[in-house]
């Protein structure tokens, strides 16, 4: 059993930053690929930013320079760091691992269970 936990979302003026954290558990062998998406109201997910184990790392246009995602291998946890926030990036926020299982040799796709992330004054 692997379960993705994330955290940190919340209410936020535009102008500001949040930190989203997500936790990966559970039966373990290794994680390849994390990253984070967003669905706003009426349209569909679409990546955020992603970052491979070895820590290369890919960004929508959208929020290259204000977003960075990272790693800490060690915790099996991702972050994002957001900042520069605007009303437009008002959505759920999921996190999203490709997940080896321990005792097999196959990779699972996983989902946490989405954090709200909502920018207004």
């Known amino acids: 059993q692997v379960q993705l936990v994330e955290s940190g979302g919340g209410l936020v003026q535009p102008g500001g930053s949040l930190r989203l954290s997500c936790a990966a558990s559970?039966?373990?062998?290794?994680?390849?690929?994390m990253g984070w998406y967003r669905q706003a109201p009426g349209k569909q997910r679409e990546l955020v930013a992603a970052?491979?184990?070895?820590?290369?790392?890919n960004y929508a246009d959208s929020v290259k320079g204000r977003f960075t995602i990272s790693r800490d291998n060690a915790k099996n946890t991702v972050y994002l760091q957001m900042n520069s926030l605007k009303p437009e990036d008002t959505a759920v926020y999921y996190c999203?691992?490709?997940?080896?299982?321990?005792?097999?040799?196959?990779?699972?796709?996983?989902w946490g269970q989405g954090t709200h992330v909502t920018v207004s004054s």
């Open positions: 999203n691992a490709d997940i080896t299982v321990a005792g097999t040799i196959y990779e699972y796709d996983y």
């Open positions: 559970g039966s373990i062998f290794s994680i390849n690929a």
């Open positions: 970052i491979t184990s070895g820590g290369s790392t």
